[in-house]
């Protein structure tokens, strides 16, 4: 068969191909539900994390804490290892979250620093 001709309808090898077109597109229909399921998932984490970074800020407290980001790592390799996913890409992909849950944390507390009544705010009168 000559590259990009299909073969006669009912020949073994296009029932076959046929098949494998309706497993691809059955598993990329599951892929593409779990993709949505990703999004919507992380955009429930981040609303979690926004309300925990207002708090932060508005309580002067660090935008980062490692120590309870290693006892979620630890927890996520534990989970992964238990799941048979690669616990370095699990820890990889938590790494990735957190750094930009911090980044926002940051730059809530910097715009907490910036607000008129923030707590501690003093007026400085200058001359
Ligand atoms: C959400 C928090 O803030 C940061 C972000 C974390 C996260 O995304 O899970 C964990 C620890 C903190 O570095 C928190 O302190 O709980």
């Given at each position: ?21 309706e ?55 534990r ?49």
């Open positions: 068969m000559s590259e990009g001709t299909a073969p006669p309808a009912g020949d073994a090898t296009s029932v076959a191909d046929e098949q494998a077109r497993r691809l597109l059955y598993l990329r229909g599951s892929i593409d539900n779990l993709d949505a399921a990703l999004v919507h998932l992380l955009a429930e984490r981040f609303k979690c994390t926004q309300q925990v970074g207002e708090l932060k800020a508005r309580h002067n407290l660090p935008p980062a804490d490692p120590a309870r980001e290693a006892t979620q790592i630890a927890r996520l390799r989970l992964a290892e238990d799941a048979k996913l690669d616990p370095a890409f699990a820890e990889k992909f938590l790494n990735f979250i957190i750094g930009e849950v911090v980044r926002h944390h940051k730059a809530i507390a910097d715009q907490e620093i910036g607000r008129d009544d923030a707590p501690g705010r003093r007026d400085v009168t200058i001359g």
